[in-house]
């Protein structure tokens, strides 16, 4: 098991009880990294609690209404992300920057009144399912997803090189799905979709329709991070979302 395995798997004693942090616009998923810049006084208290004991956040995605927190408890996708905390440090007083690293995609069951200032829930989490059905045609389909990321991304001598680097790896269908899935800019919706279905095969087949539909276009001097690429060379601090 390497490194990135360990980060990515939920302690053993894991029992469905999340906290959850809400973001407009954002949808992290399994194995992509996302860095974020910490203040407000309850989710500094949910990074205190995270820190002293699983590591754990849910980052969860703002679906409407109030964004701006005058509501107590604003609309969130039922679809969420466990993350692992990887990197933190205390820039001053009060503000936080951290690394998360995506562990499980889960659904909400309910939220908690726990009592604390962050808001709580209990989730299922999701496993990704390889049906039998597919196993045959699954090379085909990782070539054929391959194939039509890139076409999209830049034809910069880096982003080829990541896209050569994950056809000729052993990086299963799953992860290869959640990596694109993160790194492009899909709409939120596209991006909640993808993250709560947990058949590999029909997700990576909707990625590929994604892809060839002509709605992302990033060959006009955009680039693209692998998340292959990210997990051994990105820099702390990156660019951070704040909260």
Do not use: W
Not at 14 to 30: A, E, I, K, S, T
Not at 67 to 82: E, F, Q, R, Y
Not at 106 to 124: I, N, S
Not at 138 to 155: D, M, N, T
């Amino acid at each position: 098991m390497d490194d990135l395995d360990a980060v990515t798997r939920l302690p053993d004693d894991f029992d469905g009880r999340v906290r959850l942090f809400p973001l407009p616009d954002q949808v992290l998923f399994p194995h992509a990294m996302q860095p974020l810049h910490i203040f407000e006084p309850r989710y500094c208290e949910m990074l205190s609690e995270a820190l002293a004991g699983d590591h754990l956040i849910a980052m969860s995605t703002l679906t409407g209404g109030d964004s701006s927190g005058i509501l107590a408890d604003p609309t969130i996708a039922s679809t969420v992300c466990l993350g692992r905390i990887i990197s933190h440090a205390e820039v001053e007083e009060g503000r936080h920057n951290i690394l998360l690293v995506g562990v499980r995609p889960a659904r909400v069951v309910t939220e908690l009144d726990t009592g604390r200032a962050f808001r709580m829930a209990a989730v299922d989490v999701l496993d990704d399912v390889y049906p039998p059905a597919g196993a045959t045609q699954r090379g085909q389909l990782k070539s054929e997803l391959l194939e039509a990321f890139g076409e999209v991304i830049p034809a910069s001598v880096n982003a080829q090189q990541n896209l050569h680097d994950l056809m000729a790896g052993q990086m299963g269908l799953g992860p290869i799905t959640d990596i694109i899935s993160y790194t492009l800019p899909f709409t939120v919706e596209e991006k909640l979709r993808l993250l709560g279905d947990a058949n590999v095969d029909s997700r990576a087949t909707e990625l590929v329709g994604l892809l060839r539909s002509g709605s992302v276009d990033l060959q006009s001097g955009s680039t693209v991070e692998l998340a292959e690429n990210t997990r051994d060379n990105q820099q702390f601090p990156p660019p951070f979302s704040l909260n």
